[in-house]
């Protein structure tokens, strides 16, 4: 019987940046929805999170996952329950980051994930992201 239980951090962002999720309330409900789909489809997140014009989801990859296809499903169905809940059109950009993490570092990157709030209120989405291709090791 294979086994598998890999820790992935993926971060997308609304298409061009636009705050689509400035609505705390429409954002947690987001949320809310993402978690609930993605327990339906057999896929375990452990958290998720973001801001205004980006999400963080982490999750663990199982055996006859791939990234791809979980950032696809969830991505898509996402974007298409949250215009249906009449909050908007939300669109993603294309693509996505991911980055496995070290089972010593899953409690840095949750609480990392739920403090996304302050911290973007002082850094943008565009200087995490540079961070985050740059000084991976530093940050999970």
């Known amino acids: 019987m294979s086994y598998l239980s890999l820790a992935i ?3 997308w962002s609304t298409k061009n940046r636009v705050p689509f999720l400035k609505n705390k309330r429409y954002r947690n409900e987001l949320y809310s929805h ?3 789909y993605s327990i339906s ?3 375990f997140v452990d958290h998720i999170g973001g801001f205004t014009d980006h999400v963080h989801y982490l999750f663990f990859l199982k055996t ?5 296809g979980v950032m696809n499903l969830i ?3 996402s974007s298409h329950w949250f215009s249906s809940m ?6 993603w950009q294309d693509g996505f980051f991911a980055v ?6 899953l409690k840095v990157v949750r609480r990392y994930i739920q403090k996304q709030e302050e911290h973007h209120g002082k850094c943008s989405f565009d200087e995490e992201y540079t961070l985050f ?7 999970i």
């Open 86 to 91: 009449h909050y908007g059109e939300l669109q």
């Open 9 to 11: 951090h993926c971060v």
């Open 64 to 68: 006859g996952q791939t990234i791809d």
């Open 100 to 105: 496995s993490v070290s089972p010593d570092r």
């Open 41 to 43: 489809k057999g896929i």
């Open 75 to 77: 991505k898509g169905e």
């Open 133 to 139: 291709k740059e000084h991976i090791d530093r940050i």
């Open 34 to 36: 993402m978690r609930s």
